[in-house]
């Protein structure tokens, strides 16, 4: 594994130190690592000691989607596959896929279950993903490095991973579904759990599987938890008391932007919100704003970019609709990517030429 030579800031998050990466190689400025910093990484991905299968890949048979006549339209928004280098998961395709100038440069197979939901190329170059039944973080050669297991009972999961967020390089914020919920910072080399919070029945919901997906750490420390299956979001301080909360009917995720204000997603209504602290509505799109001969529906996640435009995640009914649409703030559609030929549903991208560490809480967006 090759690592970058690094200047090193600190910053203190959730009573954490954390080491961060703010500078880069090949004799950029720390400006210019900063404004994309994870870009000059993407070459560790195509080197020569990356192979083809990982040590611990498992081989799975291609999806048969059921592929729409219109599928790779040249006629769409934006420049299809070639819109933006990212990296990219889906419910339902067990293989996550990385994307450079329009093609498929890296992929990793982890055999067939379900499901992918959370995924973060770190400024070290390895990925941090969750796969429902375990979290981990492998190497662009392939190797795991952590891996977090869900509880078992006599080989049947008792719990379930849907949600990781990276703080720093060697800490992991980790929420399990399960009977109770539990939350939980965890030291990645040495396994010790730093914090662990049980969250009560009353929040979570009945059903296991429904109750978390996109939890989060702030720049701020606080927690901010969607809570899936009882309609709100919750903000807690670093002591689990509530500080600030939003009734919302299903939201399946909560992020806290740089400006402060919350981008809720909410799969009931099909919409996202952009809510500032006083719970008040600064701006919203709903799918059926969108042209309806797109056909796009079926979102759970979405990704503000620091030009304020916001690309929404489908799973795009297994081939047949839209897997991902970018709109401005003004609502204007500028790309719209239907190529279920490379790829399979979106359930999360994470679009690598933005600008900010993603291990840092709080620098995405805007």
Not at 68 to 94: F, R, T, V, W
Not at 209 to 232: C, S
Request: charged share 25%; proline share 8%.
């Amino acid at each position: 594994m090759r690592f970058l030579p690094l200047n090193i800031q600190t910053l203190a998050v959730a009573g954490f130190t954390l080491l961060l990466a703010a500078g880069s190689s090949g004799g950029q400025t720390k400006d210019a690592a900063e404004s994309a910093p994870l870009m000059h990484l993407l070459p560790l991905f195509t080197a020569a000691d990356v192979p083809e299968m990982g040590p611990e890949e498992i081989p799975i048979d291609p999806p048969k989607w059921k592929i729409s006549p219109d599928d790779g339209d040249p006629n769409l928004p934006g420049k299809g596959l070639a819109q933006h280098p990212m990296l990219y998961i889906g419910e339902g395709c067990n293989k996550m896929f990385l994307v450079k100038d329009g093609k498929i440069i890296w992929t990793y197979s982890p055999g067939k279950g379900w499901e992918y939901d959370d995924i973060w190329m770190l400024s070290n170059g390895n990925i941090l993903f969750s796969r429902m039944a375990y979290a981990a973080e492998i190497t662009p050669q392939k190797k795991v490095v952590w891996r977090l297991d869900a509880p078992q009972d006599k080989g049947i999961h008792t719990a379930e991973i849907h949600a990781v967020q990276p703080i720093g390089l060697d800490k992991v914020l980790v929420m399990q579904n399960g009977s109770p919920a539990k939350l939980m910072i965890i030291d990645k080399k040495s396994g010790a759990v730093e914090m662990e919070h049980m969250l009560p029945p009353e929040l979570t919901g009945e059903s296991v599987h429904g109750q978390f997906r996109r939890v989060r750490i702030t720049a701020e420390g606080t927690y901010l938890l969607p809570l899936l299956q009882k309609g709100k979001v919750i903000e807690y301080d670093k002591d689990f008391k509530e500080i600030w909360s939003y009734t919302i009917p299903k939201p399946w995720a909560a992020i806290r932007l740089k400006s402060g204000n919350t981008l809720i997603t909410d799969e009931q209504d099909q919409l996202t919100r952009e809510v500032n602290p006083k719970g008040e509505t600064v701006w919203e799109f709903k799918l059926s704003e969108l042209p309806p001969e797109l056909g796009f529906s079926g979102c759970q996640s979405c990704v503000r970019l620091a030009n304020g435009n916001t690309i929404f995640c489908s799973r795009a009914d297994n081939g047949q609709r839209p897997q991902l649409v970018e709109i401005t703030p003004e609502k204007k559609v500028v790309w719209v990517l239907k190529d279920w030929k490379t790829l399979g549903p979106a359930t999360a991208v994470q679009i690598l030429d933005e600008p900010g560490l993603p291990e840092v809480p709080g620098v995405l967006g805007r």
